[in-house]
C-alpha cells in the first residue's frame, strides 16, 4: 500500500531521526524537575513504566501507521480504512497541532539560541546574579531579539529540510545526536566533580514515595506520554519513510531508551551543579534562563565554557525537534502534490509570522496585553499545545488502530510480512493499544481538565 516516496536509508537513521524529535527542551529542564519534585527515584520508577507500556506503545502505533499508509497524516488514516473517509480529519488536526508546536517551539529556542550567543559574547558573563530575571524579562519583551533569533533558527532549520529525508534530516540527525550525548556526558563529568555536588543526585534519585501524590502520578503520566512526540503526526511522517525490513519494535525500544538517557543524563548535569551553587532547583524554564546563569557565572571562567556547552546542548536539542515539526508539515503539504521545497518554505513563512505574534504576545511584550481565557496568547498556546491538543490527537489514534484499523494489517505490518516473530503481539501490544492506552490517554485529559 505504502507509496514510493524516498526514506530512511538504514534502521539506524530511523532510530536518529526519531529520538532526535524526541529529544527536545523538555527534556532537558521538565523531566528531572518532576522527578526531583515528586519523589525522586520513587517518580523514575513510574516514570519508566509509562514511558515503556505507553508512550513506546504509542510510537509504534504511529509508525505502524505511517509505514503501511505511505502517507502523511491526512492520507493515512483513510488510506487504512478506506470506508471510513472521515478519519482523515483526526490527520488534520494532527497537522493544525504540529503547527502550533512549532510556532511557540520556535519562540522558545529562539531564546535558547540567544543565550547560546550571550554566553559565546560574554554577554551573560557580566550580568549581576540578582540581575538575570530582570535580563531575561528584558530579553523576551523586546521588539527585535526573539524574532532574530527564532528566524536564524527557523532558516537552520528549513535548510536541512530543503536538503531531503536522507541528505538532510538523516544525515543530520545522525551528526547531531552523537554530538548532543557527547555534550550532556561532558556536562555530567563537569558537574558531578563540583563541591556539594551530591546533594544535586540526591534531589533526584532518592526514593521518596511520600511525595509520589495522584497530582504526580499524573505529572510523571504526562511527561511519558507525551516526550517522545506522539500525537501529532510527527511520528506517522517518519513511520512513512522507515524501510519495509527494519524492525518496528526494536526502532521503537531504542528510541525510548535514548530519550528517556538523555533526559536522566541531563538532571545529572544540571542538577549536582545548581545545589553546588546553593541555588533554588524549581522553576521549569526560569531554571534555564534566571537561575542556571548564575550557577555557571559562580564557577568562574569555567563556567563560561560550561554556560556555552550547555546552551549549546539546549539548541541542539530543540534544532532536532524542529526538523520532525517541520518536516511533518512539508510532508503532509507535499503528498497533496505540492513540490516538496516549495512546501518546506511555505510552511515556514506561515509558522514564522505566527512565531512572531506568539512571541510578541509574551509577558511584557508588546502584544501581551491581548489575552484569550484570562491568558496572554503564548500561554495559551502554550497550554493548548502542552495539555489538551497532543493526548487527543493520540488517543484518536490509538483508537483507530486497536478498533478501526485491521488486526491482521498490523500483524502483517509488525511482523515484516510474517518475517520476525511477534508473539508478544496478541497478550501485549495489541491489549495495551486498545484498552491500557486509550484510559490513560483519558485520566490524563480528564485530570487536567478537572484541576
Known sequence: MANNKTGFSSSFGVVMAAAGSAVGLGNIWRFPYICGQYGGAASLIVYLLFV?????????????IGRRSGYAPEKAFPALAPKR???????????FTCF?????YLVI???TLGYFWESMTGTLASIADDGFADHFASFAASTWKPVLFLVVFLVFTLLIILGGVQKGIEQVSKLLMPILL????????RSLTLPGASKGLDYLFHPNFALLTWKGILAILGQALFSLSVGMGAMI???????????ILKSATWITVCDVAI?????????PAVFAAGQDPAGGPGLVYQVLPVVFNSMGTVGTVFAVLFFLLLSLAALTSAISLLETLTAWLADKGMKRNLAAVLVSVAVAVLAIFVAYSFSGGPLSYITLGGMNIFDWVDKLTGSYLPPIGALFTVIFLGWVMKKEDIHDELSNHGVLEISWFRVFYYFLVRF???????????????T
Open 85 to 95: 473517509p472521515s478519519w482523515k480529519l483526526v490527520g488534520l488536526f494532527g497537522m
Open 52 to 64: 515503556f507500556l505507553i508512550g513506546m506503545v504509542l510510537l509504534m502505533t504511529e509508525f505502524v
Open 237 to 247: 511522517v517518519y513511520g512513512s519513510y522507515i524501510p519495509r525490513d527494519s524492525n
Open 109 to 111: 529556542s529562539g531564546w
Open 436 to 450: 491500557v492506552a486509550p484510559a490513560a490517554l483519558l485520566v490524563a485529559l480528564l485530570a487536567d481538565l478537572l
Open 182 to 189: 557527547v555534550l550532556v556526558i561532558a556536562l555530567c563529568v
Open 263 to 271: 533526559a536522566v543524563l541531563a538532571g545529572v548535569a544540571i542538577f
Open 100 to 104: 502550533l508546536i512549532l510556532a511557540i
